[in-house]
């Protein structure tokens, strides 16, 4: 009988502390999430559904101007590449197959790639030939951070009005995308 009455002080005790530990961690997440840094759930991209597209100002790899603007009015996949992720090169079909289909729905796609040399580099020669923009950035990815893009290959689907609508990292995450729409 006494066994019996530890045993449930014991699993009383550990219960408790559980609670408290998950009553911090609650009210941490609460804190970061107020303070804007909490990540969406499910999209680990660092992008959140409802973000809209940022304002910015800057020049595509064929010379075309682009502007936060030019996107609005259209659906918008943006698919953010790094030279130093392998993932990014053996990403870039299915990213294809994705702007192509965008782009008979009167969409528009845009490639943003990041490193050094990225204007002259492969991966950029081939995302021109899958993307309707692409733009080149220095290894600061000043633009991709902007977006909000963290790790690499991620996407970004924008509707009509600017606003995330779908978010993810890797090709995994976009073919269920693909899947899905």
């Avoid at 502390?17 to 609460?30: E, F, G, K, S, T």
């Avoid at 969406?40 to 790899?61: C, H």
């Avoid at 733009?135 to 600017?162: C, M, N, R």
Wanted: charged fraction near 15%; proline fraction near 2%.
């Amino acid at each position: 009988m006494i066994f019996a009455a530890v045993g449930l002080v014991l699993v009383g005790a550990v219960g408790l502390v559980n609670l408290a530990l998950l009553l911090v961690m609650l009210r941490r997440w609460r804190e970061l999430e107020a303070a804007g840094s909490a990540p969406a759930a499910g999209t680990g991209a660092g992008l959140r559904v409802i973000d809209r597209i940022p304002a910015f100002s800057t020049a595509a790899l064929d010379g075309t101007a682009v502007t936060e603007r030019a996107l609005l009015g259209k659906e918008t996949l943006v698919g953010f590449f790094s030279l130093t992720c392998k993932a990014c090169v053996t990403s870039v079909p299915v990213f294809a197959e994705h702007a192509e289909r965008l782009r008979a729905l009167g969409g528009v796609s845009l490639a943003i790639v990041h490193g050094d040399g990225a204007a002259e580099s492969d991966l950029a020669a081939q995302l021109r030939d899958a993307f309707d923009l692409v733009i080149a950035e220095d290894v600061t990815a000043a633009l991709s951070k902007q977006f909000g893009a963290k790790h690499y290959p991620t996407y970004a689907w924008y509707d009509t009005g600017g606003v995330v609508t779908s978010a993810g990292v890797g090709v995994a995450a976009l073919r269920t995308e693909m899947a899905a729409t």
